[in-house]
């Protein structure tokens, strides 16, 4: 099962972890909210809305308070981050749906977004997942931010100066994927305009209407080098 490399982890809590307990934490650590069907879906490859292991650890977590919760479109959904507020739940769950595709695409060990404000990058990914020779830095920029232009060029920014420090902290070659709340045209041109050969653009509508399975070989990617519609394999 991919997940952050031991030295990538967060520090496991004081309290005694079941080892299933530990599981599920590294994985609620990926996620920046997560529902209990996104539990499953992990763990089984299934989206079952019933499942005995995750309704029973998740509780659990909950209880010895290194996981929180907030009750959202009447389910209850999940998070490590006391920052997080329940403005940041739609975003969040956006992310873990992206996230868990590219789980189900192959292989890679995914790196959370605790693990860069540790290490101090200006640019903070929703999520990474590094392979064995490139990895693919997740952003997430929804309808509201994509409009706003100058926000938008201060992200490509703030990772094209810190293509150095990823590419040396992970010894590959890193590449910059944003899923952006706009209609397709809008991204052709965006990308087109502001990108370079490290970032690859991709409207929300068309990222989630390929199969779950095929995230990384369907040719839906605008290389930010030249405007060319790949596939993400091509590179990682």
């Not at 873990?96 to 200006?122: D, H, M, V």
Request: proline share 6%.
């Amino acid at each position: 099962m991919p997940v952050p490399p031991r030295n990538l982890r967060r520090k496991m809590p004081k309290k005694r972890l079941t080892v299933l307990q530990a599981k599920y934490l590294e994985v609620a650590d990926l996620f920046l909210w997560g529902r209990q069907i996104d539990f499953t879906a992990w763990f089984t490859g299934l989206w079952s809305p019933r499942n005995k292991r995750t309704e029973t650890i998740l509780p659990q977590l909950e209880r010895m308070n290194v996981i929180h919760s907030k009750w959202y479109s009447g389910q209850k959904v999940y998070t490590t981050s006391k920052r997080e507020s329940e403005t940041h739940i739609p975003h969040g769950l956006v992310c873990t749906k992206a996230l868990l595709r590219f789980k189900f695409s192959g292989g890679g060990e995914f790196i959370p977004e605790g693990f860069f404000r540790e290490k101090r990058f200006k640019a903070i990914p929703e999520w990474a997942v590094k392979y064995e020779k490139n990895m693919i830095l997740f952003e997430y920029s929804t309808a509201d931010n994509f409009r706003r232009k100058r926000m938008m060029k201060d992200k490509i920014k703030s990772y094209e100066q810190e293509l150095d420090k990823f590419a040396q902290t992970f010894q590959v070659k890193p590449y910059v994927l944003f899923l952006l709340g706009a209609p397709r045209h809008r991204v052709e041109n965006f990308g087109y305009v502001f990108g370079d050969e490290n970032f690859f653009f991709v409207d929300q509508h068309t990222f989630f209407s390929v199969p779950v399975t095929e995230q990384l070989t369907r040719e839906i990617y605008i290389w930010g080098r030249d405007g060319e519609v790949i596939p993400l394999k091509r590179n990682g």
